[in-house]
């Protein structure tokens, strides 16, 4: 086991779901997995081993922002030797053309934390990108969903209650939406050579209003988790 994630070696398969909530991540396991077995609830941080189309699959909660996500991503890649991992998380749109329920695949993600800088210092702005072949796969899975799916640019904030950040440049620099732990889930993947990717349904348009209910963001986004689980054990 490492510090935050009991399970043993073997218990988590190589390929990683990553909800924030951990009632998601229940949701997914007894909704999507067959067999499937709690193997964490160190903090309720819920983690699932089962099988999805025959292939072993887990599904790891992670909380909110890039502190706690962090954490997660660092002892899965560290201690468990996952080799790919894909987050299924909400986010707020920005671009005009996103509806809710619309899908977002992270190409790249922007960020207002300093975590780049603290690794590469000042003088690196590190670009953390998507994995493309998990790009790719997803884009095309996408297109057997209702909703339309997107592929862009996100900005993985550093806080939600943020009055200072300005969603409107954003937007104007082609910015799809606003989530909060993608840009250093890919890049500790870029660490350790892992492959992932960033996969939102917009639960809510910071411009055009509209917001789902907590019920409905924990158990009915089913096109996001079948996309990335279709992703997920090419």
């Known amino acids: ?31 999507f997995l067959m067999d499937a077995k709690r193997y964490n609830d160190i903090r309720n ?43 299924v998380g909400t986010a707020g749109g920005l671009a005009p053309q996103l509806k809710l329920r619309d899908i977002v695949l992270a190409q790249a993600a ?5 975590v780049i800088h603290n690794i590469f210092g000042p003088s690196i702005s590190f670009a953390p990108t998507a994995d493309f072949d998990l790009l790719r796969q997803a884009y095309q899975a996408a297109q057997n969903i209702e909703h339309a799916a997107y592929v862009g640019n996100v900005i993985g904030q550093d806080r939600f209650y943020d009055a200072q950040i300005n969603f409107k440049q954003l937007a104007a620099y082609g910015v799809l939406a606003a989530e ?41 986004f089913g096109e996001m988790i079948t996309v990335a689980l279709e992703t997920i054990i090419k």
């Open 180 to 220: 909060m732990e993608t840009p250093i889930l890919y890049l500790l993947a870029a660490q350790y050579q892992a492959q992932a990717l960033g996969i939102f349904t917009i639960s809510n348009h910071i411009f055009n209003g509209g917001e789902t209910t907590a019920q409905e963001r924990q158990e009915t």
């Open 45 to 87: 941080m819920y983690g699932y081993t089962g099988k999805y189309q025959g292939v072993p699959v887990s599904v790891q909660a992670t909380g909110m922002g890039i502190p706690s996500i962090g954490i997660y991503v660092h002892e899965l890649l560290a201690e468990y030797q996952v080799k790919k991992l894909i987050r």
């Open 110 to 114: 922007s960020t207002d934390s300093s």
């Open 1 to 31: 086991m490492s510090t935050h994630i009991a399970a043993k070696k073997g218990e988590i398969a190589d390929r990683v779901l990553l909800p924030g909530d951990p009632l998601r991540a229940k949701f997914i396991a007894e909704n």
